[in-house]
């Protein structure tokens, strides 16, 4: 069970106070030291910090921001789906701690649709079916958030290529990074206990576990 706290109307800052208050998709791949562009003690000073820190927008981020909607439109067209917009943040009732902001929900399915866009430098990484590690754990955060079935996650690849997949739920994996995140916010976060760089032991020691066998 989750519920939803609406934010179409929040401000810039509102919204950036609220994402301080639980984990979110991409501080799950993070905590779990698969995140390329950040890391478990990244996130804990943003979450334990009293400041609140703008992230500086590059091209690529506005791109990929930008390029959301058309995303979404080319994956409604490849899947013959329709999705839409959720002008709501989701917290997780069991796990409060656990929050997500959607990019679509999927029209009659108990699944959503995480939006990205890629280089083609980075086009090995979509290769044969492949999907980030760091992706496939922000699809995880988001069906035990949410409780969903299923998630999709569609890619373009600038002028190279466009992909979706869809990730089924996993009882196994959702379980393990439920522990992981719990571990890093009431060992962490809220006894301001900076935890190591890439990770936690915990962390470390189960997901590579997991994605060994996949």
Not at 151 to 156: E, N, R, T
Not at 168 to 197: C, G, Q, S, T, Y
């Amino acid at each position: 069970m989750y519920t939803k706290i609406p934010i179409k109307n929040l401000s810039r800052e509102e919204w950036l106070k609220l994402r301080k208050t639980g984990i979110g998709r991409s501080d799950a791949g993070s905590i779990c030291g698969m995140n390329p562009y950040s890391n478990a003690m990244k996130v804990f000073h943003d979450k334990t910090s009293d400041t609140i820190e703008e992230q500086q927008d590059n091209e690529a981020i506005r791109q990929g921001h930008d390029l959301e909607e058309y995303v979404a439109q080319r994956f409604m067209e490849e899947t013959g789906l329709k999705v839409r917009r959720s002008n709501f943040m989701y917290r997780n009732l069991e796990y409060p701690f656990m929050i997500a902001d959607v990019d679509r929900l999927v029209i009659g399915e108990d699944a959503g649709l995480e939006c990205k866009t890629a280089s083609p430098y980075m086009a090995d990484k979509w290769k044969d079916g492949k999907i980030p590690l760091s992706y496939q754990i922000q699809c995880y955060h988001y069906m035990s958030v949410c409780n969903a079935q299923a998630w999709y996650i569609a890619v373009l690849i600038y002028g190279r290529d466009f992909k979706f997949y869809r990730m089924e739920r996993d009882d196994e994996m959702l379980a393990d990074l439920v522990r992981i995140e719990k571990d890093f916010w009431e060992n962490h976060v809220l006894k301001r206990v900076l935890p190591d760089p890439d990770g936690s032991k915990l962390a470390d020691s189960v997901i590579a576990e997991y994605f060994k066998k996949c």
